[in-house]
């Protein structure tokens, strides 16, 4: 009976997903709160989901009676369901897919394979996904089976999903997942805690206070597992972000990058590339010590100055020699030299095109000091006809 019973299932649980919203806009409106929405056809599918449970667990089902239903596009429109708005059916879909993975060995690859290209749709194509949580579930106890040392496939998929995760808007919904998946794989190979730390590093939020926070948990999470020595290149990032997260403006955020000094560990790297840390830290730690606005912080701050002092006096005050323009500026000054940095290799392509095709004209852009940006005036108004857009 299986045939039939298989064809039962796909009957109805392949379905165009309703259009059910679960954000409740009614108690936003009218103060009142409203219950939830729920699919009509949800007690009824219920009992087709509990059914085909029951089926994959039974052992009375055979691997290779069972194995040929679930072929590729059995498993893609399977994970599309992971979309539903119902939560009580992710996790029905969750628990399904896990024992169907765990059962069927033959098709583990090709199901790892259709959960990549579905976060890989998440990735790059659209900026929600309902499911994701669930799948990271699922994928938390498989890389938990990982053999070590890792094959490149598993790393490829570290370094080409996981990580890109982080740059997803809605990451936050999924994120206690994702960061369990992160330090299951640093726990299974502590060299891709760099990558890691870039990725962190490279997809920073921004203007996002709550995902901000979740990043600061993490990166000192993964600092604590990375060698002090493979982390040096990364230094003047690492410490500008933090910089940058405690003069800024939100209080939970400024709070949270505060508890990297209390971490030895990170105090280890703050004292062994001191010569990098210092002058990036002492001048704005003092002056916001000075300065803050928030009594309780500006207390911390100064605690924080006296621990900078203690670790070296003489690096300390020669970090001071700053002067106060110089401590405001700090981050605006180096985004100036690393523009310069780039025209200087602009200006070396240009020249050795120039070389090569004495008929080259370089090309007349608008952020070059000799150009007039009221020349390019169209490129800033609000509207503008389009037709002379093209043609200039």
Known sequence: HLDDVMTMIEKNIFRPLPNVKKSNLAFSETGVEAEDEVDPAWPHLQGVYEFFLQLVINEAVEVRSLKVYVTPQFVQEFLELFDSEESVERDYLKNILHKLYAKLVPRRKMIRKAMNECFFALIHENHKFNGAAELLDILASIISGFAVPLRDEHVIFFRNIIIPLHKVQTCSQFYEQLLRCSMLFLTKDRTLAVPLLEGLLK??????????????????????????????????????????????????????????????????????????????????????????????????????????????????????KMNASQKKQYAVKQLDEDRAALDKKWDKLNHQLRAKDPNFAEPTVPFKPSNLIRDYKFLYAKLYDKEKFIAA
């Open 203 to 320: 997809f920073w939020p921004f203007a996002n206070c709550i995902k901000e926070t979740l990043f600061l948990t993490e990166l000192q999470e993964v600092l604590e597992v990375c060698e002090v020595d493979k982390v040096e290149h990364l230094i003047p990032k690492l410490f500008k972000r933090i910089v940058k997260c405690i003069g800024g403006i939100h209080l939970q955020v400024a709070d949270r990058a505060m508890c990297f000094f209390e971490n030895d560990y990170f105090l280890n790297i703050l004292k062994t590339y001191k010569e990098k840390t210092f002058p990036m830290l002492v001048p704005i730690i003092v002056d916001l010590a000075e300065n803050h606005w928030h009594k309780i912080l500006q207390e911390s701050l100064i605690a924080l100055k006296t621990i900078l002092k203690e670790i070296d006096p003489l690096a300390f005050d020669e970090a001071l």
